[in-house]
T-cell receptor, first 111, second 108 residues
Framework: DVKVTQSSRYLVKRTGEKVFLECVQD?????MFWYRQDPGLGLRLIYF???????EKGDIPEGYSVSREKKERFSLILESASTNQTSMYLC??????????FGSGTQLSVL | QQPVQSPQAVILREGEDAVINCSSS?????VHWYRQKHGEAPVFLMI?????EQKGHEKISASFNEKKQQSSLYLTASQLSYSGTYFC?????????FGKGTLLTVNP
């Protein structure tokens, strides 16, 4: 089975800190995604990547950046965390136009 | 840019049927459906591709009207395990964006 692993299940950070959320997949998928999930707002796409070092902005990229130096790893970076970035963050991967495989999520709290 | 889902919430008794709708203002190459239970990651249900191909759960059916950019998920003879939030996702090229979700509750 495909495994998408997010490094932390829960994370607490202070306002202004630089935060790294890591995601690793083990099935050689080209495409990787970062979503945030907030009550009533569904899953909103932050960034996605269709190849190593290739990235594109999603619908809500402000305040975030990403890095994909290796095919299996896709990192989400909050340069200066703010309280409105408190959320559940979900990473996902897939091959071509096939189904998404999701990680178990990181609940980030910014105090 | 998010697909629009309706209804926002629905409550059923076990054995009843439900339809969840999804529409997009942008042309879609594919429509995805996922179900998420509280505290868990979304789980794949179905993909509907342009041209009529479908891949997914044997017990769940869906349709995709390419001309109208609308999709519907049909849940028949609902079971308690069907409870959860259903998301539709619209795909074009590599991007995949989701609607706000439909909360389905199935009661005994």
């Amino acid at each position: 089975d495909v495994k998408v692993t997010q490094s932390s299940r829960y994370l607490v950070k202070r306002t202004g800190e630089k935060v790294f959320l890591e995601c690793v997949q083990d099935m050689d998928h080209e495409n990787m995604f970062w979503y945030r999930q907030d009550p009533g707002l569904g899953l909103r796409l932050i960034y996605f990547s269709y190849d190593v070092k290739m990235k594109e902005k999603g619908d809500i990229p402000e305040g975030y950046s990403v890095s994909r130096e290796k095919k299996e790893r896709f990192s989400l970076i909050l340069e200066s965390a703010s309280t409105n970035q408190t959320s559940m963050y979900l990473c996902a991967s897939r091959v071509d136009q096939e189904k998404l495989f999701f990680g178990s999520g990181t609940q980030l709290s910014v105090l | 840019q998010q697909p629009v889902q309706s209804p926002q919430a629905v409550i059923l008794r076990e054995g009843e049927d439900a339809v969840i709708n999804c529409s997009s203002s942008k042309a879609l190459y594919s429509v995805h459906w996922y179900r998420q239970k509280h505290g868990e990651a979304p789980v794949f249900l179905m993909i509907l591709l342009k041209g009529g191909e479908q891949k997914g759960h044997e017990k769940i059916s869906a349709s995709f009207n390419e001309k109208k950019q609308q999709s519907s998920l049909y849940l028949t003879a609902s079971q308690l395990s069907y409870s959860g939030t259903y998301f539709c996702g619209g795909g074009s090229n590599y991007k995949l964006t989701f609607g706000k979700g439909t909360l389905l509750t199935v009661n005994p």
